[in-house]
């Protein structure tokens, strides 16, 4: 089986949910890393991170997943604030600390099938990056991060200012219903979905919540159901999860729609608990060949 690479910060984060706060790492390359290792291929998958010597706990913490880490420098780790209501398909966000963007030079070594981008503020990944990385593999890219401006302490949604360039480069990009109409200023998710196609993506996912998600390629659309959860428990990287599930699937050679209700099937799972992705291939293949949660 070919190689998903996922490049991302590891983050601080303190959630903090009507029920509880609490304060954990986290972060789109945290989420994907520890989902990806439940799975049975995880063998096929890399994680390349930056942070400071203070949370490398939690990448040991991977290590001993078996997954393999490599660790770029930097003088700080992200520190993330998240603050959800009642609904859990709203966030508040702060930032509190910053990690050192990545750079070409450091993923010269780096070698996959797929590059799954896992951004969380506007400067992680330069152009130069994307377009780099887009020569070596499949790019997949999480837009995020891209549409966060941090002024102070406090996240504010911007647009993406070199979208029409970059989005050529991108294979896979994944966005919220939020961050489509921030994007392309259409409401609508078919819409939105065929105007990111226009812009060169190949693959668009528009994910929406309890709505479930939609996904646009070669001109045709998939609808994807959302699987309801026996309780709603913790929000937090459950678009992370939807793309580890994606990826994995997509690397494997299923279809969109297969890929589609599989990483569904697995969001659901997480958003029962606090905390990544912690069952099994088998508990997600049961969600979705039931078509609902046990």
Request: glycine share 8%; net charge negative.
């Amino acid at each position: 089986m070919k190689k998903i690479c996922c490049i991302g910060h590891i983050t601080l984060d303190k959630i903090v949910t009507p029920r509880q706060t609490t304060y954990m790492p986290g972060g789109t390359s945290y989420y994907f890393s520890h989902g990806i290792s439940c799975l049975k291929d995880a063998g096929s998958y890399e994680l390349v991170t930056a942070l400071a010597e203070s949370e490398m706990s939690a990448v040991e913490e991977i290590r001993k997943k078996g997954i393999a880490v490599k660790v770029l420098p930097s003088r700080f780790s992200v520190y993330f604030e998240n603050v959800y209501g009642e609904n859990q398909d709203n966030r508040t966000q702060r930032v509190l600390a910053k990690a050192d963007p990545f750079t070409a030079d450091g993923l010269r070594d780096v070698e996959a099938n797929i590059y799954h981008l896992g951004s969380l503020l506007a400067d992680d990944f330069s152009l130069d990056v994307i377009k780099y990385l887009s020569g070596k593999g499949i790019l997949s890219v999480d837009a995020q991060g891209y549409l966060r401006e941090v002024r102070g302490e406090d996240v504010y949604p911007v647009d993406w200012t070199e979208k029409r360039e970059a989005l050529q480069y991108v294979d896979i990009l994944k966005v919220n219903e939020h961050e489509m109409e921030v994007l392309t200023g259409h409401t609508d998710p078919e819409r939105a979905a065929v105007c990111l196609a226009e812009w060169g993506v190949k693959e668009v996912l528009i994910t929406l919540g309890s709505l479930g998600s939609l996904i646009y390629a070669e001109g045709e659309f998939c609808r994807i159901p959302a699987y309801a959860p026996r309780e709603v428990v913790d929000a937090t990287g459950c678009g992370d999860t939807y793309m580890t599930g994606y990826l994995y699937m997509r690397n494997k050679g299923c279809s969109c729609y297969e890929a589609g209700c599989f990483a569904a099937a697995m969001s659901t799972l997480k958003l029962e608990h606090s905390g990544p992705f912690s069952g099994t291939e088998e508990d997600i293949l049961q969600i979705v060949n039931s078509g609902k949660r046990p």
